[in-house]
């Protein structure tokens, strides 16, 4: 079975330029989480969908930041402009059910690593 | 509201045990413990759910005490491949969200 799939896996972009990176989760998977990790931290919840419907943005900066799930399965997060501060890993993961109390956890992506210059 | 890992980073060798706390200051409904590997994503070892339970699968195991709103991840006789990010994410509150902690740098030496 094929696990959260991300692209890019790598992107460096000039500041004040718009990025956008996309996420399959694994098939079935109703509910998915877009996470920024910066260097040395954990993982920061950006935004949590219900099938296509944000149930929690409230950790997204709305003034630049833009995620869309369609058709509740793959997801898109949108930073435009992009600025220096927004380097991080971006990381998708999805789980089963709905909250954090699944038996299985959250499958994580491998991420996508932003470098803003 | 963050979770506090302790240690921040240990290190140690092929055969010892190591224990990874992880605290909050609020009520917890549910702890996961995960494991990332440089550049690589976060895997998912185990959760716990209120109840104070304890749960392990081979040489790793984790307690919840509820009443410290604490969790502890225990891990024995560790392997090389033990080495790695160990991160708590603890659910508090009834908004469903999952917050983690900075991360316990844990470095397993021949």
């Known amino acids: 079975e094929a696990g959260v799939v991300q692209s890019p896996r790598y992107k460096i972009i000039e500041k004040k330029q718009p990025v956008a990176f996309w996420c399959n989760p694994i098939?079935?998977?109703?509910?998915l989480y877009w996470y920024r990790q910066n260097l040395g931290q954990g993982p920061e919840l950006l935004i949590r969908?219900?099938?296509?419907?944000?149930?929690?943005d409230s950790q997204l900066p709305k003034d630049r930041f833009s995620a869309e799930r369609l058709k509740g399965v793959d997801s898109t997060l949108k930073i435009q402009p992009a600025e220096l501060g927004d380097s991080a890993v971006y990381l998708c993961?999805?789980?089963?059910?709905?909250?954090?109390?699944?038996?299985?956890?959250?499958?994580f992506g491998s991420g996508t690593r932003l470098t803003v210059v | 509201q963050q979770p506090v890992q302790s240690p921040q980073a240990m290190i140690l060798r092929e055969g010892e045990d190591a224990v990874i706390n992880c605290s909050s200051s609020?009520?917890?409904?549910?702890v996961h413990w995960y494991r990332q590997k440089h550049g690589e994503a976060p895997v998912f070892l185990m959760i716990?759910?209120?109840?104070?339970e304890q749960k392990g699968h081979d040489k790793i195991s984790a307690s919840f005490n509820e009443k410290k709103q604490q969790s502890s991840l225990y891990l024995t006789a560790s392997q090389l491949s033990y080495s790695g990010t160990y991160f708590c994410g603890t659910e508090s509150g009834s908004n469903y969200k999952l917050t983690f902690g900075k991360g316990t740098l844990l470095t397993v030496n021949p």
């Open positions: 969908y219900e099938n296509e419907e944000a149930v929690d």
């Open positions: 716990l759910l209120k109840g104070g």
């Open positions: 609020k009520a917890l409904y549910s």
């Open positions: 098939s079935g998977h109703n509910t």
């Open positions: 993961a999805s789980s089963l059910d709905f909250g954090p109390r699944v038996d299985y956890g959250y499958t």
